[in-house]
């Protein structure tokens, strides 16, 4: 039973189309997350939202819009791909995200290559 | 600036071995620091945490410690196994909400 899922696990498009990477947890957990991972492993933050509420917004272009219909769904929009977002991106879940002893549950990434 | 740095950035060696991997931080006064494995393919799974008032956590062959003055934590595996073969990531928890994280170790483990 999938804690956290993402789909679709690889994602081939051209430049300038807009795309949806979706995100589920059935962990209970308030709060859930984006990431960006680049071709150097580097793992970034783009989005946090707690309760359905956008709680970090990184340096992210506004091409990048999350969306959160409910506690348990946080989905990534990105219009008018570009090469430079070609990336793994990771959705992550967790309690509460203030506790010294939260950690965070990862979904298996979202492989985005732009053409 | 938090930045978290992982030394070596990559590590093989034979199985049976005990091993050191390598996590440093520039800013001490974080809430805990966690240790991540991340296989080819897929997610990243958590291994151990330490709070900040912590020093060392263990889980098995795994033993995970953190000296926050001198901003360092070294994970410890034991009796190394083919199956440990993976890329580990150190992460601190700077601030509510955000981990900020290493580029990771990749480990091989040859049988």
């Known amino acids: 039973d999938t804690a956290v899922s993402q789909t679709p696990k690889y994602l081939v498009t051209q430049m300038g189309n807009d795309k949806s990477i979706k995100c589920e947890q059935n962990?209970?957990?308030?709060?859930m997350y984006w990431y960006k991972q680049d071709s150097k492993k580097f793992l970034k933050i783009m989005f946090s939202?707690?309760?359905?509420?956008?709680?970090i917004n990184e340096t992210v272009p506004n091409r990048f819009s999350p969306k959160s219909p409910d506690k348990a769904h946080l989905n990534l929009h990105i219009n008018s791909l570009e090469l430079g977002d070609s990336a793994v991106y990771f959705c992550?879940?967790?309690?509460?995200?203030?506790?010294?002893?939260?950690?965070?549950?990862f979904g298996p990434g979202t492989r985005l290559t732009v053409l | 600036k938090q930045e978290v740095t992982q030394i070596p950035a990559a590590l093989s060696v034979p199985e049976g071995e005990n091993l050191v991997l390598n996590c440093s931080f520039t800013?001490?006064?974080?809430?805990?620091l966690q240790w991540f494995r991340q296989d080819p393919g897929k997610g990243l799974t958590s291994l151990l945490l330490?709070?900040?008032s912590q020093r060392e956590q263990t889980s098995g062959r795994l033993n995970a410690s953190l000296d926050k003055s001198s901003g360092r934590s070294t994970l410890y595996i034991a009796a190394s196994q083919p199956g440990d073969s993976a890329t580990y990531l150190c992460?601190?928890?700077?601030?509510?909400?955000?981990?900020?994280w290493g580029a990771g170790t990749k480990l091989i483990i040859k049988p």
């Open positions: 992550a879940s967790s309690q509460e995200g203030l506790a010294v002893t939260d950690t965070q549950y």
């Open positions: 962990l209970g957990h308030d709060t």
């Open positions: 939202y707690n309760n359905k509420e956008l709680i």
């Open positions: 800013d001490s006064a974080i809430y805990n």
């Open positions: 330490i709070q900040s």
């Open positions: 992460a601190v928890k700077h601030s509510n909400y955000q981990l900020i």
